[in-house]
């Protein structure tokens, strides 16, 4: 009952609002509505206002507006011939089968404004990690980092920054940086690197190679002869202080320690301790504190950070099967040297499944290089879509922060703003799917029919208001965009008439029209027979 009357509220907007736009343009040009119904079959309320009969009827899958003069033989009373829609000049029949699909592509802007002038807090535009020999180490970008504006425009968020950089691949910009509350500029030229986008869709943009992470001071050791191993330091355990000096990131860690030199280290750190109880298995970090005296050739401790080690690894994985295990460094990618993790992750992706060579070391072990083949993985979403990735199997040790999100500045602007971006974006993106289905890029198994609107109606109740509201918008673009497509029956298919009306400087004929009328309602039928076989295997066949 709770998936039903999701799946009501889904939907009975999308079609009330399409309905009524067809309804508002009649009125508006002066075409008489005869009927205005929510759903389709016998009516279950009726109510006359005027002259237009307004009902509720009992199957909830569409709704339809009778228009005077909508069908070509329909009789016309001789006082209201001048309000039959057939007789109205081109441009208002454009408008008033233009107007539902129209509203369906507008109410996108007011759902996704609700939903972003709910938000209160965004990440703000703080630089966490930089990535190895990117645009940003190379123009000396460092950790903590805000930036405050690109090419004179203020930066309010790390989206707004991602949105202007990846906007200018392989151009200079400015940035202002603010760096312990002195502001200052730099010129950064933000490389070049080509992406899929949401529909597979080569994309370049522009990349900075900046993370708003950072990582906890969690060190690894590879050498089984250094201090740090001799005083029982081990990978995964975590600095918090050295010679009394708090220590909270990875930076911290090795400014630290180049600061100190050869001088004797006074070391806290925290070890996870698995403890196990009737509720679950928890991890307790208990203090320890430990001396070092690192070792004189260039004052080595054997502390490293941990982000370059592995954690864990898969069995039967790429990985694993390469030979790599938990506790081993990766020391570089195809001869390329790595301090942080992301740089591996980043070079994994670009190479896809052609191999890579990775250079590892085992704790205690001479430096190996190993091959790697990546797999293309699929997985199912909470909506049951099928996605691929790129499937490594090692994950390195990784314990890192966000920092604290600040309030936004000027939120109904940001809300406006945010709306007309992701309205915009959804409807490229629906458009680039349509043409890659036309030239057979795309398949259609991704169609889906009601039946699927059904199953994620609930889904996305479960999620919150916020994820039903995101879907409701993504459905009204796609019905919108759907209605506009040149097929008969359809309203872009009266579009198409009206078009070739005016092409043709008299109206089709009516043999034509029924001819259209009926290669549309085949080509119609045989996508909503794909889609509910793609629902069906979709969602009870799986």
């Known amino acids: 009952m709770t998936q039903f009357l999701a799946f009501i509220l889904l939907i009975g907007p999308l079609i009330f609002v399409h309905e009524l736009g067809h309804l508002l343009a009649a009125k508006l ?9 929510l759903g389709f079959g016998p009516a279950l309320v009726r109510v ?71 938000h209160t807090v965004i990440p703000p535009p703080v630089i966490g990690t930089v990535l190895d020999d990117s645009a940003a180490a190379t123009s000396e970008l460092q950790s903590g980092d805000r930036i405050v504006a690109i090419d004179g425009t203020d930066i309010r968020s790390w989206g707004e920054m991602q949105d202007h950089v990846r906007a200018a691949p392989d151009r200079e910009v400015k940035l202002q940086i603010e ?12 490389r070049r690197s080509v992406v899929k986008n949401a529909v597979d869709e080569p994309e370049a943009r522009g990349m900075l190679g900046v993370f708003p992470w950072v990582y906890a001071p969690q060190i690894g050791i590879v050498d089984t002869r250094s201090a740090a191993h001799e005083q029982g330091l081990q990978t995964g355990d975590i600095i918090t202080s050295i010679n009394g000096e708090p220590i909270a990131t990875v930076e911290d860690l090795e400014r630290e320690l180049t600061r100190q030199g050869t001088a004797l280290l006074r ?141 936004i500045r000027g939120r109904v602007t940001y809300a406006v703003r945010s709306a007309i971006d ?10 680039t799917s349509l043409r890659q289905m036309v030239t057979l890029e795309r398949g259609v198994d991704e169609l889906s029919s009601v039946v699927g609107i059904f199953n994620v109606a609930g889904t996305a109740a479960e999620q919150g208001p916020g994820q039903f509201l995101l879907l409701m918008a993504l ?27 005016a092409l043709r400087r008299r109206p089709l004929g009516q043999r034509a029209r029924e001819v259209a009328s009926a290669v549309g309602l085949v080509i119609i039928l045989v996508l909503l027979l794909i889609a509910l076989r793609n629902d069906i295997t979709r969602f009870w066949m799986d």
């Open 267 to 407: 070391l806290t750190y925290l070890r996870a301790v698995p403890v196990r109880s009737e509720f679950g298995t928890y991890w307790w970090y208990a203090s320890h504190h430990a001396r070092l005296l690192p070792r004189h050739e260039g004052g080595a401790t054997g502390l490293l950070p941990a982000n370059t080690f592995v954690r864990t690894v898969a069995s039967g994985s790429p990985a694993a099967r390469a030979g790599i295990a938990p506790g081993d460094r990766v020391l570089a990618v195809d001869d390329r040297p790595v301090t942080r993790w992301e740089t591996v992750a980043v070079m994994l992706d670009r190479q896809g499944t052609k191999p890579l060579d990775l250079r590892v070391q085992s704790p205690g072990e001479a430096p190996r290089t190993v091959r790697v083949e990546q797999e293309v993985r699929t997985h199912r979403g909470i909506y049951k879509q099928e996605r691929s990735y790129l499937f490594f199997g090692a994950d390195p040790y990784a314990k890192r922060e966000v920092p604290p999100p600040e309030p």
């Open 179 to 190: 760096r312990d509350g002195v502001r200052f500029d730099r010129f950064v030229t933000p």
């Open 29 to 37: 040009v002066d075409v008489k509505v005869v009927r205005f119904s």
């Open 422 to 431: 992701e309205t915009l974006s959804m409807l490229g993106m629906m458009w």
């Open 475 to 501: 459905l009204s673009i796609n019905l919108g965009f759907v209605n506009l497509l040149p097929i008969p029956i359809l309203d872009g298919g009266h579009l198409m008439f009206f078009t070739l009306e």
């Open 48 to 118: 006359q206002l005027g002259e237009t009969e307004y009902r509720i009827a009992p199957i909830p899958l569409g709704g339809y507006v009778t228009l005077l003069g909508q069908s070509p033989d329909e009789p016309l009373a001789p006082h209201e011939a001048h309000r039959a829609l057939r007789n109205r000049p081109l441009w208002a029949r454009y408008l008033v089968l233009g107007a539902g699909p129209l509203f369906n592509l507008l109410l996108p802007l007011l759902l996704y404004f609700t939903f972003y002038l709910g």
